[in-house]
């Protein structure tokens, strides 16, 4: 079965950092892209940042750019935002998501449960 | 950016009923097939529906359907059951910044 399991959330205050977690299972991770996904409370959904196979490509919103960062670790199947300079708009619910497509992720198959951010003084 | 816009943003229906949602992409020039949908029900994590704007997610329910190309589509759920009462999103992966709709609230009549 697979799985994804996000973790690391919590209330950071702004201009604080702050690194998510996801562990997967279940499938062969190195063979997939791997998005990050949030939503703030009461909003709809943001697509944040992918990295493909093997974390030579990562693409982010502009929103999220020179502040987060998204990485892999292909032995451990784990995917990780670290999250900088955080702001109150930051606040959301972050969702791990699997890609499907070799060269493009042309959709999100398998999701993870999310963890809460949570930016505020 | 493509912007997606959905049509209607909320909707109040009936089991059994027949329910259309229709997602417009905001760019001139086609996004050809890149369209998913996706269904949310509070406190829980997206879901899958339906890829490459007709292709059935593995799993889901064949009263799912959707349709379109270009800048137009459709989800389409042929008898909606109580378990369908959720919110639905649209989802465009021809370009980044990948962009989802605002989403299509559904509720019980």
């Known amino acids: 079965e697979v799985q994804v399991v996000e973790s690391g959330g919590g209330l950071v205050q702004p201009g604080g950092s702050l690194r998510l977690s996801c562990a997967a299972s279940g499938f062969t991770f190195s063979s997939y892209w791997l998005t990050w996904v949030r939503q703030a409370p009461g909003k709809g959904l943001e697509w944040v940042a992918n990295?493909?196979?093997?974390?030579?490509?990562?693409y982010y919103v502009d929103s999220v750019k020179g502040r987060f960062t998204i990485s892999r670790d292909n032995a451990k199947n784990s995917l990780y935002l670290q999250m900088n300079s955080l702001r109150a708009e930051d606040t959301a619910v972050y969702y791990c998501?699997?890609?499907?497509?070799?060269?493009?992720?042309?959709?999100?198959?398998?999701w993870g449960q999310g963890t809460l951010v949570t930016v505020s003084s | 950016d493509i912007q997606m816009t959905q049509s209607p943003s909320s909707l109040t229906a009936s089991v059994g009923d027949r329910v259309t949602i229709t997602c417009r992409a905001s760019?001139?020039?086609?996004?050809?097939?890149?369209l998913n949908w996706y269904q949310q029900k509070p406190g829980k994590a997206p879901k899958l529906l339906i890829y490459a704007a007709s292709s059935l997610e593995s799993g889901v329910p064949s009263r799912f359907s959707g349709s379109g190309s270009g800048t137009d589509f459709t989800l389409t759920i042929s008898s909606l059951q109580p378990e369908d009462f959720a919110t639905y999103y649209c989802q465009q992966s021809y370009s980044i910044p990948f962009t989802f709709g605002p989403g299509t609230k559904v509720d019980i009549k």
């Open positions: 998501a699997r890609g499907q497509g070799y060269n493009y992720p042309y959709y999100f198959d398998s």
């Open positions: 990295i493909n196979q093997d974390g030579s490509k990562k």
């Open positions: 760019q001139s020039d086609s996004i050809s097939s890149y």
